[in-house]
């Protein structure tokens, strides 16, 4: 679910997106499977992908993981998006719990 409305904003030519995982208390493996697939899509696209409003559980994770050092990750989207730069085509994708908790 995430990595299909990656291709989909990358495809309408949106590279930069932020995820916001607010209201997410876990993640399994194959959510972290699909955000590190999201990642390199963007990247690959010549963008990114930032990560916004992350709880202490899977901020947790992501150190756990060491994937705190390859996702940026912001407390707030104001200063999320002003991160990316003057970027006109930047799209946040809301996620469902269901994107990270099989």
Same mark, same amino acid.
């Given at each position: 679910?995430? =990595? ?9 030519? =949106?590279?930069? @997106? ?9 993640? $399994? =493996?194959?959510?972290?499977? $699909?955000? @590190? ?8 696209? /010549?963008?990114?992908?930032?990560? #916004?409003? #992350? /709880?202490? +559980? ?11 050092? !390859?996702?940026? @990750?912001?407390?707030?989207? !104001? ?6 730069? +003057? ?8 996620? +469902?719990?269901? =994107?990270? !908790? /099989?």
């Amino acid at each position: 679910m995430l =990595c299909e409305k990656t291709w989909e904003l990358i495809l309408t030519g =949106c590279r930069w @997106i932020l995820i916001d995982m607010a209201g997410l208390s876990s993640i $399994d =493996c194959f959510g972290m499977g $699909d955000l @590190i697939t999201a990642l390199t899509t963007a990247r690959d696209a /010549g963008g990114d992908i930032k990560l #916004v409003n #992350v /709880g202490a +559980p899977i901020k947790r994770m992501l150190q756990l993981t060491r994937l705190d050092t !390859v996702f940026e @990750i912001h407390d707030d989207e !104001v200063r999320a998006a002003k991160s990316f730069g +003057p970027r006109q085509t930047m799209s946040v994708i809301e996620t +469902p719990s269901e =994107c990270f !908790v /099989g």
